[in-house]
């Protein structure tokens, strides 16, 4: 499961964008899918897998799936992170890849394939056009 929380916010080009820091517990998602983001308010304290935000900064910008996803930064022990959105996107279903060199990771628990892994994050910036 991936837990996302807010970090901070950002307007440039006609766009609003929030940036998230993903963290990673349990098991990977499938290969070829990778780990569902959830893009949506966490009703639980993150347990849902949705993004929590402590200060409650976090104003709901994301009413639709967002126009740009991307990665800013991977600190996750020497692995690589990419997003691969869904034949139709939904704030539900864009899944975060983790990649050795050259292959995707195993579905197994993230512990087993690396600790480094769990103590690290990845930093997602997500874009949505200005209202």
Request: glycine share 10%; aromatic share 8%; hydrophobic share 40%.
């Amino acid at each position: 499961m991936i837990k996302l929380a807010y970090q901070a916010e950002r307007e440039y080009n006609n766009a609003k964008g929030i940036i998230l820091r993903a963290t990673f517990s349990g098991n990977y998602g499938a290969q070829g899918v990778g780990d569902l983001l959830n893009l949506t308010p966490s009703q639980n304290g993150g347990l849902d897998g949705g993004i929590t935000d402590p200060k409650a900064a976090y104003d709901h910008i994301l009413g639709e799936p967002p126009n740009v996803i991307a990665i800013l930064n991977a600190n996750i022990g020497g692995y690589t992170a990419s997003i691969k959105p869904n034949a139709v996107p939904t704030l539900t279903n864009f899944g975060l890849q983790i990649w050795d060199a050259v292959t995707e990771i195993t579905t197994e628990a993230y512990a087993s394939v690396s600790a480094l892994i769990v103590a690290g994050y990845v930093d997602i910036e997500v874009l949505v056009p200005l209202q």
